[in-house]
């Protein structure tokens, strides 16, 4: 059972797996950063009331989820450019096509035209 264990705990895709995920941790803290202290700020004051934060609507703080989803946007757009780039850089150029085969009577006539050099 130990071996099976270590088997599937040292497989390649589980640690690809471990390190995606931190990094993505570290991403996320990133662009939060990014968000609350550049981007909000910024719409805050181009909007009336100043700060984000204190938007309500009816008790629900609009101003943080707007800054969530302003957060999600940033990290699925990203995450879109890096997948774009890894798919580009792996996919191989498709080979030319082999031109179709002549029909019979080219066949035939080039036959024909090769005896007749000879």
Excluded: C, H
Aim: charged share 20%.
């Amino acid at each position: 059972m130990w071996n099976d264990f270590k088997a599937f705990a040292f497989k390649g895709n589980v640690i690809d797996l471990a390190v995606g995920t931190v990094i993505g941790g570290a991403f996320g803290k990133i662009v939060a950063a990014l968000v609350d202290n550049i981007i909000m700020p910024l719409v805050g004051k181009i909007l009336p009331k100043g700060g984000y934060e204190s938007w309500e609507v009816s008790g629900i703080k609009m101003g943080l989820f707007m800054a969530a989803v302003v957060n999600f946007l940033i990290i699925a757009f990203v995450l879109f450019m890096v997948v774009s780039a890894i798919k580009k850089a792996t996919d191989k150029p498709a080979a030319p096509a082999a031109p179709p085969e002549p029909p019979a009577q080219e066949k035939l006539l080039a036959e024909i035209r090769d005896l007749l050099k000879k």
